[in-house]
C-alpha cells in the first residue's frame, strides 16, 4: 500500500493535463447534447485562484462560451452532471485517476439563466461527497463513466437557476494554491418545488479561502480513517425521510 500511494504521488507530478469539464446534463432520462445549456470552455484547465470572479462558473484562463438553452428540472428530481477530459472524451476518459478529492453541486437562483453573471451572492451547496472510508467523491465520479448524482431539492422555489458542478483536485493541495478546482454551469428551470425552504446563501467567490483545511492538505499522508473536511458551507435544512443528502455531521470551523 506504501509503494502504490508513492506511484500515485509520482504520477500527480508527471501528469499536467488530464483535467475534466462537466460537459452535459440528463436531466428528465433525457441525456442534452455536450454544451447544451452549459458554459464549457475550450481548455479543460482548473481554476486554482479561489478569490477570482472564475469561481463561479468558469471562465478567465479558461474561457467559456455561452449558451441560449435551458433546462428542465423537475424539483426533487436527481440530474447527472457528465464530466470528460475535453468536450469530445469518452465515458473512459473523465479525468486522470490521480485527481483525487471531493465533489459538490450549488444553485443560484437568477431572472435570466442564460445572461446571469454567476459570480456574487445567492449560492447555496445541495450536494457534497468529501472523502469515506479510503474513497474520494472524484474517484467514484471517475469509476461512474463520469456520472456526477445531483439531487434538486424538492422545496425550492420554481424559476431559473444555474447549476454548478464541481469537482476538486487535491494532488497538489500540499502547498497553497495547489488544490485544481474544476467547475461549469448549467442554466436549468425547475418546476414543481414546495417553495417551503429559502435556503442561506453564500457568494462564490467568497466561500472558499486559499488555507481552508479541505483546499490546503497534504491527501498523501492521510489514511483510510482520516476525516476531511469539505469546503463551503452548507446549509442545513428539514430532513425527509430517504434524503440522500442526509449528510452526516463533520467537523467545521
Ligand atoms: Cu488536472
Not at 485517476?97 to 443560484?108: C, E, N, V, W
Not at 472523502?131 to 474517484?139: D, K, L, Q, R, V
Not at 448549467?186 to 429559502?198: E, H, L, M, W
Amino acid at each position: 500500500m506504501k509503494y502504490l500511494s508513492v506511484a500515485s504521488a509520482a504520477a500527480a507530478i508527471s501528469v499536467a493535463s488530464a483535467h475534466t469539464i462537466f460537459v452535459q446534463l440528463e436531466s428528465n432520462g433525457v441525456t442534452n447534447p455536450v454544451s447544451h445549456a452549459i458554459r464549457t470552455p475550450s481548455y479543460d484547465g482548473p481554476i486554482t485562484d479561489v478569490s477570482t470572479n472564475d469561481l463561479a462558473c468558469n471562465g478567465g484562463p479558461n474561457p467559456t462560451t455561452p449558451s441560449d438553452k435551458i433546462i428542465e428540472v423537475k424539483a426533487g428530481s436527481t440530474v447527472n452532471a457528465v464530466w470528460r477530459h475535453t468536450l469530445t472524451s469518452g465515458a473512459n476518459d473523465v479525468m486522470e485517476a490521480s485527481h483525487l478529492g471531493p465533489t459538490m453541486a450549488y444553485l443560484k437562483k437568477v431572472g435570466d439563466a442564460t445572461k446571469d453573471v454567476g459570480y456574487g451572492s445567492g449560492w447555496f451547496k445541495i450536494q457534497e461527497d468529501g472523502y469515506t472510508n479510503g474513497a474520494w467523491g472524484t474517484s467514484k465520479v471517475i469509476k461512474n463513466g463520469g456520472i456526477h448524482a445531483i439531487t434538486i431539492p424538492d422545496c425550492l422555489a420554481d424559476g431559473q437557476y444555474l447549476l454548478r458542478a464541481e469537482m476538486i483536485a487535491l494532488h497538489g493541495a500540499g502547498s497553497p494554491n495547489g488544490a485544481q478546482l474544476y467547475m461549469e454551469c448549467a442554466q436549468i428551470n425547475i418546476s414543481g418545488g414546495s417553495a417551503k425552504v429559502s435556503p442561506a446563501t453564500y457568494s462564490i467567490p467568497g466561500i472558499y479561502k486559499q488555507n481552508d483545511p479541505g483546499l490546503l492538505i497534504n491527501i498523501y499522508q492521510m489514511t483510510s480513517a482520516s476525516t476531511y473536511t469539505i469546503p463551503g458551507e452548507i446549509a442545513p435544512r428539514p430532513p425527509r425521510a430517504g434524503d440522500p443528502r442526509l449528510i452526516p455531521k463533520r467537523k467545521t470551523d
